[in-house]
């Protein structure tokens, strides 16, 4: 079986897992609103600032202040990603387990590990903040070179907040566990993300564009309800994209791990995804 199909039939088994308990939908809808709260925190005063005067052209220098501004927002938004995929974590390893795992076993869960998280949220932000500023110090090719680092900073990364709630290790010895899960795992984080992106794009961005289509035919008064409408639908598909996305990531911990795929995972379907490299 290729990689693409089985990551599929990986995917149709953590959709299942959700069905079975979709509060678990819940830990990504508070960290939306949070993050949304946080980014308006942060634009307001920037736009309060320049105006609208600026221009879309318009180029402003960063500072070393503007770099602190930025790193704390960095920090921020990490802050609240990990600690609620660390919640949802926490619940899906429980769930694993046998358990029946609450929202609040989850929250408190990951309050506990709020010092790794941070760490992790830290140390992150600390990367995103180096490839900012390499990103604004060279030409075309060394942004081409950067984006390469991002994206194997993303893959390496991967499995750090599964370790990090399963083994409550540091964010130093959960990035390297992580890599040395990797090794196990060649290919999977990648071609997961891809088939996520793929399958929930169709799912997203083809009916919104035929909704709108057809909206704009029958008038433009029908436009503004139709694209609150799918403005509604877009955020639902990305907080079940994000949910799946992160029950998938705990099961591939799982079994990497411990050798044994969770409940509702078939083991030779896993066991193919995990062959040595």
């Known amino acids: 079986m290729g990689k693409f199909a089985r990551t599929w039939q990986l995917m149709g088994a953590s959709w299942q897992m959700l069905k079975q308990d979709k509060r678990l939908i819940v830990f990504p809808l508070i960290s939306c609103v949070a993050l949304a709260i946080i980014f308006a925190l942060f634009a307001a005063p920037i736009v309060a600032m320049h105006g609208v005067d600026a221009g ?8 070393l202040g503007r770099y602190a501004v930025l790193f704390l927002f960095y920090f921020l938004e990490y802050s609240v990603i990990f600690f609620f995929n660390s919640a949802l974590v926490a619940c899906v390893l429980k769930q694993v387990d046998g358990g029946q ?3 609040g076993y989850g929250l408190a869960f990951a309050w506990q590990r709020l010092p790794q998280i ?3 949220a830290l140390l992150a932000a600390t990367v995103g903040m180096l490839l900012r500023v390499l990103e604004d110090k060279v030409g075309a090719i060394g942004k081409f070179v950067v984006g390469l680092l991002g994206m194997a900073w ?8 599964p370790v990090l709630v399963a083994e409550g290790s540091g964010p130093i010895e959960s990035y390297k566990r992580s890599v040395e899960l990797l090794k196990q795992t060649w290919g999977e984080q990648i071609i997961g993300n891809v088939s996520f992106g793929l399958l929930f794009g169709a799912f997203g961005v083809v009916p919104a564009i035929l909704l709108v289509l057809l909206a704009w035919r ?3 008064a029908t436009v503004g309800a139709v694209v609150v409408i799918v403005a509604v639908y877009l955020v639902a598909l990305a907080l079940v994209q994000t949910t799946l996305q992160t029950i998938f990531q705990a099961a591939l911990y799982v079994y990497a791990a411990n050798g044994e795929a969770p409940p509702g995972f078939d083991q030779q379907l896993v066991a193919d995804a995990f062959r040595q490299k």
């Open 218 to 220: 029958a008038g433009p």
């Open 101 to 103: 795992p609450t929202l």
């Open 56 to 63: 879309p052209t318009a180029h402003t220098p960063m500072t």
């Open 118 to 120: 941070f760490g992790w």
């Open 154 to 161: 993303s893959v390496t990364s991967f499995l750090v907040v």
